[in-house]
């Protein structure tokens, strides 16, 4: 029988060419965070990042479609190491709307040389969809981190 916790856990090993305090970074600062995340469809329309224990965390992005808002608290953070939050999809894309299922996120940055590697997990979701969906999402948002690792052109703010 599968466990059923595998399914509604998602676990994405990455490697950056950037030194970890550099990866570390891009997640904790807001204007680069902000030029970075969510798929590579979408733009950040707002970004609200306090990067510190019980701080909080909101992204509004927007694509021709649709628009989403996500929004949560940090649990830890351990420069350059490690960083756990909070993560809820709004209802709307207005911050005002009940927030949905949360999850909790926990990255840990490894130096490698000049090169991290990155463990994202996030768990967990109600189902194996809302895993994928979560799949999907995380590896548009690393190409728009690798784009900006690598000095070229990330998404803009």
Do not use: Y
Request: glycine fraction near 8%; hydrophobic fraction near 40%; aromatic fraction near 10%.
């Amino acid at each position: 029988m599968p466990d059923a916790a595998a399914d509604r856990e998602l676990r994405i090993v990455r490697s950056f060419a950037a030194p970890r305090d550099v990866v570390f970074r891009a997640w904790t600062e807001r204007e680069l965070f902000a030029r970075w995340f969510g798929p590579t469809d979408m733009r950040i329309t707002r970004c609200d990042l306090d990067a510190q224990v019980g701080g909080a965390w909101l992204i509004t992005m927007a694509g021709a479609a649709r628009s989403h808002t996500v929004s949560g608290k940090f649990l830890e953070i351990t420069p350059p190491a490690r960083l756990s939050f909070t993560w809820a999809w709004h209802e709307t894309a207005d911050p005002a709307t009940t927030r949905e299922h949360e999850t909790v996120v926990t990255v840990d940055f490894t130096a490698q040389g000049e090169r991290t590697e990155m463990v994202l997990v996030q768990r967990l979701f109600q189902d194996r969809q809302g895993r994928d969906n979560h799949a999907a999402g995380w590896t548009s948002s690393f190409t728009g981190l690798d784009r900006l690792l690598a000095g070229g052109e990330p998404k803009q703010a």
